[in-house]
Structure formats: structure tokens, C-alpha cells
């Protein structure tokens, strides 16, 4: 099984300043790893993902995250955030062998001020 | 038009009541699932289905109850709603097969049971 844990439940952050929101993951088997988005009265949509290769990912709109594997760890980060980034982001994983379903971390909701 | 739409998009029902929310996709995939959002809790999975004879509880499904009337369609009831069952819920989809598969999420539900 596998499970995800968010360190951080808020992250408000000052318009052009850097963030990183924190995610650790547990699980006894390989793994995909996971961050989605959700933007206000919207559903989740898929921001970036870690298959295999390249442990940093890069999504369009300038976010990047970095698998660790020693670390168990898959943080998010972007340099300079802009005020459309305000959302919530999940980090989910899921197994690379087996057909259970993606289990998401409890959420971090990131507050870009002005 | 949405490839993964929910109904309702808003429900407020009272205890005991049944209620059912549906969900349709366009995208052809064979897997499909019910999620449950609540703050500080993140994504909750209820139910799942890989095909249509096939139905698996997730995490939370006492008090739920799902039916998969087609690959396209795949419904939520709570047979007797209760009002710790107001969240907003969530269907997804994904592609069959081996290796890593993109969930694509529905709108959502909010339901409100008072």
C-alpha cells in the first residue's frame, strides 16, 4: 500500500516570491509520482508527473518538482509565483506494477497574495 | 463539452433521503472512480471500477453504494444520506492498461445533506 503525506495544510506566499510545497510518500513497491491542481470551483487536473528518467520535472506554466528517492520525497517548487497559481495541489502516487488506484496527499493550498 | 461530466453540480437533500449522482465520460477509458473531498482531508477514494462488471470499495464506502450501467456511465447513490456525507465529490477516469495511465476528473458535486 501506499500513502501520502502533504507537510503543509497553507502556504500563503507574496506575488513574485518562491515557493515549495512538500510532499513525502510511503510505499513498500516502485511508484509513480503525481502533483494535480485544482483551481477554484474546478475539478483536479493533472500539473506534472515522475515516470522514470530525469529526477526533476517541469510542468508548462513553470512549475518543477524533484524525485528523491532516498528521501521518499516529491516536493513542488516554482521561483516566482503569480497571483493565477492561488489553488489547491494534491500529490497522489500510484504503484507501477498492480492495478490499485492513486492515493492523493490531504492538500496544500497555496494563497499567492498581492 | 466536458469529457468527464458530473450531475448534479449541486444537490442539497435531507437525512435519510436517496439520492444518486451521475457521471458520464467521452474519453473511451475503462477505468472509472468516485472520490471524496472534504477540507483537510483531501481526495477519499469511495468506489472504483476497471471495466463494467467489475466494482471495487476504495477507503470510505460504508453508506455508498455505485453501479456501472455502461463503460461511459458510472453512478453514486447514498441510500440513506446522513449529513457527515455533505462533501464535494468527485468522478474520474482512466485509461486501461500497463504502466501509468493520466486521471482526468469531472467538476464535481457538491452535495449538502441537512
Known amino acids: 500500500a501506499q500513502s501520502v503525506t502533504q507537510l503543509d495544510s497553507q502556504v500563503p506566499v507574496f506575488e513574485e516570491a518562491p515557493v515549495e510545497l512538500r510532499c513525502n510518500y510511503s510505499s513498500s513497491v516502485s511508484v509513480y509520482l503525481f502533483w494535480y491542481v485544482q483551481y477554484p470551483n474546478q475539478g483536479l487536473q493533472l500539473l506534472l508527473k515522475?515516470?522514470?528518467?530525469?529526477?526533476l520535472v517541469e510542468s508548462i506554466n513553470g512549475f518543477e518538482a524533484e524525485f528523491n528517492k532516498s528521501q521518499t520525497s516529491f516536493h513542488l517548487r516554482k521561483p516566482s509565483v503569480h497571483i493565477s497559481d492561488t489553488a489547491e495541489y494534491f500529490c497522489?502516487?500510484?504503484?507501477?506494477?498492480?492495478?490499485?488506484?492513486?492515493?492523493f496527499g490531504k492538500g496544500t493550498r497555496l494563497s499567492v497574495i498581492a | 463539452d466536458a469529457d468527464v461530466t458530473q450531475t448534479p453540480r449541486n444537490r442539497i437533500t435531507k437525512t435519510g433521503k436517496r439520492i444518486m449522482l451521475e457521471c458520464s465520460q467521452t474519453k473511451g477509458h475503462d477505468r472509472m472512480y468516485w472520490y471524496r473531498q472534504d477540507p483537510g482531508l483531501g481526495l477519499r477514494l469511495i468506489y472504483y471500477s476497471f471495466d463494467v462488471k467489475d466494482i471495487n470499495k476504495g477507503e470510505i464506502s460504508d453508506g455508498y453504494s455505485v453501479s456501472r450501467q455502461a463503460q461511459a456511465k458510472f453512478s453514486l447513490s447514498l441510500e440513506s444520506a446522513i449529513p457527515n456525507q455533505t462533501a464535494l465529490y468527485f468522478c474520474a477516469t482512466s485509461k486501461a492498461g500497463t504502466g501509468w495511465s493520466e486521471a482526468f476528473f469531472g467538476q464535481g458535486t457538491r452535495l449538502t445533506v441537512v
Open positions: 497522489a502516487v500510484g504503484p507501477r506494477s498492480g492495478n490499485t488506484p492513486l492515493v
Open positions: 515522475y515516470l522514470s528518467g530525469s529526477t
